[in-house]
């Protein structure tokens, strides 16, 4: 049985019809229509789908869609604002983080949690803040150069 919530989802409101053990990863994907939230391994393990809720980084994929009623959703379309990138966004493309493209959602929104708690991190708080997310491209370098 389906059921009617609402969702604050980068600034707007959604009226959603769900099953309750949909995850936050398929509404934002299958029902709001917001592809940039990566299904990676669906499991928890990769940190693809890494969205921020209530300014604290989350695995999307984990949580379900109901649970996060009255919660502000934030996802990697909500941080560009006016047209323009957001700063980090614009450093993971000047230092070449991005490669193939498929981790850099996540990888963006885990690092951005990480900068608004801790706007000067060290090499090593960067370390730790992204360790719950994969890159199967990079050794890591790049990503973490973008957020110093």
């Not at 959604?14 to 669906?42: A, F, N, Q, S």
């Not at 869609?65 to 934030?74: D, V, W």
């Not at 993971?92 to 983080?97: D, E, Q, R, T």
Request: proline fraction near 3%; aromatic fraction near 4%.
């Amino acid at each position: 049985m389906k059921k009617q919530i609402k969702l604050e989802v980068n600034g707007f409101e959604y009226d959603v019809l769900i099953k309750p053990h949909w995850t936050l990863l398929d509404v934002l994907r299958d029902e709001i229509g917001l592809m940039g939230t990566k299904k990676g391994c669906d499991r928890g393990e990769c940190g693809a789908c890494t969205v921020i809720m209530n300014g604290e980084a989350i695995l999307s994929c984990l949580v379900l869609a109901i649970q996060c009623q009255g919660k502000e959703i934030l996802t990697i379309e909500g941080l560009a604002q006016h047209g323009k990138l957001d700063p980090l966004q614009d450093a993971f493309v000047k230092h070449g983080a991005v490669q193939c493209g498929f981790c850099t959602p996540g990888m963006i929104m885990a690092s951005r949690a990480l900068l608004n708690e801790t706007p000067h991190a060290s090499e090593e708080e960067i370390k730790r803040g992204l360790s719950g997310n994969l890159c199967r491209c990079t050794g890591y370098a790049k990503i973490i150069a973008a957020e110093n």
